[in-house]
């Protein structure tokens, strides 16, 4: 049998195999050079903006796609089966555009997201910093009001995006003493602003053309208007809201690494002989894809369920905290096993599968630790 996604339609794949060919077309052949500068390029985005293929799911007239979470989820997938896991577009496209949408103001929304679909403005969220990863309370950037402009001091860390990015999404306390409720989202443009640096384009175990990076933010002005949401202190609450979206992407991007970790070795251990016969042949290759083809398939179909409920608005906090953490979990199983059936080959760089490998880690980190992850999904029960 042959699974289809029950949210797949026939518009949905003909924008997947668009994706795919732009992929194909532009990105792919580029990969080796931007895993050296540890970058994508800037005109990158701006030729995938020209090909519709950023904020799919903002309203056109804000000079999105005019589609849905589903119109992101294919493009999604399509970079992710061309190893493209490196290019920062599910921040930009399916977290900082939405918060911008949904606690934006009109002029907000009108200013920055037709610059984010064309890939003139490149999105960035701010959470994490040196001592705080994903305590969000525990925040120590400030921003504070003087006259008509917030003041922003502080740095962080990890960033995705941190190189290029030109609007950042700034997690900052507005008011230090409130804990949660001091919390604000500020959006800093870059190019507007003094007092921003850029630190170090860190060095990472894998995605090595995802730019992630420090940021410092010393006395930096921006205007009281670029706050989001209808007044300070409810930054928490939207962060609360928006990270379902957030897990379940990183679930679905988990079920597409395992899903593709399979196809390669099945390719390779089809082909690889030992003992006067193929790898395949072999009883214990073929149970362990068995059972790696199980597991993914039950990730698969779970994930789709999970979109089903964020389309009906009805995913919530603890789902998407299961997704999040049983998918990333499978996927680091999977993705070792199949090391595992390459033999040496597997542990060697010019292999997908050794890619797959470094870049699977990170999966059970960010977006929310897995054991943070287990603690939302525990005071549920």
């Not at 379940?248 to 082909?271: G, P, S």
């Amino acid at each position: 049998m042959h699974y289809q996604s029950p949210w797949m339609n026939d518009e949905l794949q003909m924008l997947s195999d668009a994706a795919t060919r732009f992929f194909e077309k532009e990105f792919v052949a580029e990969l080796p050079r931007w895993n050296e500068q540890g970058m994508v390029d800037r005109d990158a985005w701006l030729k995938a903006g020209a090909a519709g293929l950023l904020c799919t799911e903002m309203p056109t007239e804000y000079g999105g796609g005019g589609g849905d979470y589903r119109h992101e989820t294919v493009i999604m997938e399509a970079q992710n089966r061309l190893s493209l896991g490196g290019w920062g577009n599910q921040v930009h496209s399916t977290i900082v555009a939405p918060y911008i949408l949904h606690y934006g103001s009109e002029e907000q929304k009108q200013r920055w997201l037709p610059k984010m679909a064309s890939g003139e403005l490149i999105g960035a969220i701010a959470m994490t910093e040196p001592d705080t990863g994903s305590d969000l309370q525990a925040v120590k950037t400030t921003a504070l009001l003087d006259g008509n402009e917030y003041v922003i001091n502080g740095s962080k860390t990890y960033i995705t995006n941190g190189q290029t990015a030109n609007l950042i999404i700034v997690v900052a306390k507005t008011d230090p003493k409130l804990g949660a409720k001091g919390i604000s989202l500020l959006v800093v443009e870059t190019d507007a602003v003094e007092g921003f640096e850029r630190g170090r384009n860190l060095d990472k175990v894998g995605l090595p053309a995802a730019d992630t990076s420090e940021l410092f933010f010393n006395d930096v002005r921006v205007p009281a208007a670029n706050l989001l949401g209808p007044e300070a202190g409810r930054g928490f609450g939207m962060l609360m809201e928006q990270l379902p979206q957030e897990r379940l992407n990183i679930a679905q991007a988990a079920v597409v690494a395992m899903e593709r970790a399979i196809e390669v070795t099945l390719d390779f251990v089809k082909q690889r002989k030992a003992f006067g016969q193929t790898v395949f042949d072999f009883q214990n290759t073929q149970f362990k894809l068995a059972e790696c083809r199980t597991k993914a398939l039950v990730a698969r179909t779970f994930v789709d369920n999970c979109v089903l409920w964020h389309l009906e608005g009805k995913l919530d906090a603890t789902v998407a905290s299961m997704a999040k953490y049983w998918c990333t979990d499978t996927q680091g199983e999977i993705v070792d096993e199949c090391v595992q059936l390459h033999g040496g080959a597997g542990y060697m760089s010019e292999y997908p599968i050794a890619g797959m490998y470094a870049d699977a880690r990170v999966q059970r980190i960010y977006g929310g630790t897995n054991e943070i992850m287990k603690v939302l999904i525990s005071r549920s029960l």
